[in-house]
């Protein structure tokens, strides 16, 4: 398995993947997001793939400025490994990459926000060492054009 930050051409497999997660209907904008992801200087996306080029999961991560501490946090954004390739250690290594790069920018912490309904996941992120910090508020903005 191999990681590499995502480019355009990944834009119909992280799609597909996405759908496994609950989010149809990306692909017809999913270039424009890679590239200004890959613009962006806080921001992430590495993606996993085999040696025959297939991706098996993606990391999309985003690095934040704490004012009140010394050190800045990281936060997953989305993260996703193919169903098929699930309990083949394509998170851990993602999720490893991803505190590496958190650490060599200074984080301090990692957060991620991951829906109750998302059980699986809970277990993979409880196993890496991620702990509960509860309380998640949100106000929706709806949808910007």
């Known amino acids: 398995m191999h990681l590499r930050p995502a480019t355009a051409q990944d834009g119909p497999a992280i799609a597909t993947l996405l759908a496994q997660l609950g989010y149809p209907g990306t692909t017809a904008f999913m270039a424009e997001k890679i ?7 806080d921001a992430l996306l590495l993606v996993a793939h085999d040696d025959a ?5 993606f990391i999309n991560l985003h690095f934040m400025i704490q004012l009140a501490l010394p050190g800045d946090f990281c936060r997953i954004a989305y993260f996703c490994v193919d169903d098929q390739a699930r309990s083949a250690g394509v998170g851990r290594q993602l999720e490893a990459a991803a505190e590496a790069e958190a650490r ?3 984080c301090d912490r990692i957060e991620v926000h991951c829906h109750e309904r998302r059980v699986d996941a809970h277990r993979f992120y409880y196993r ?3 702990e509960e910090s509860p309380k998640y508020l949100m106000k929706r903005l709806g949808f910007i054009i």
């Open 35 to 41: 590239a200004l992801l890959s613009a962006h200087p």
């Open 53 to 57: 080029g297939q991706l098996l999961g």
């Open 128 to 130: 890496q060492g991620y």
């Open 104 to 106: 060599a920018r200074g």
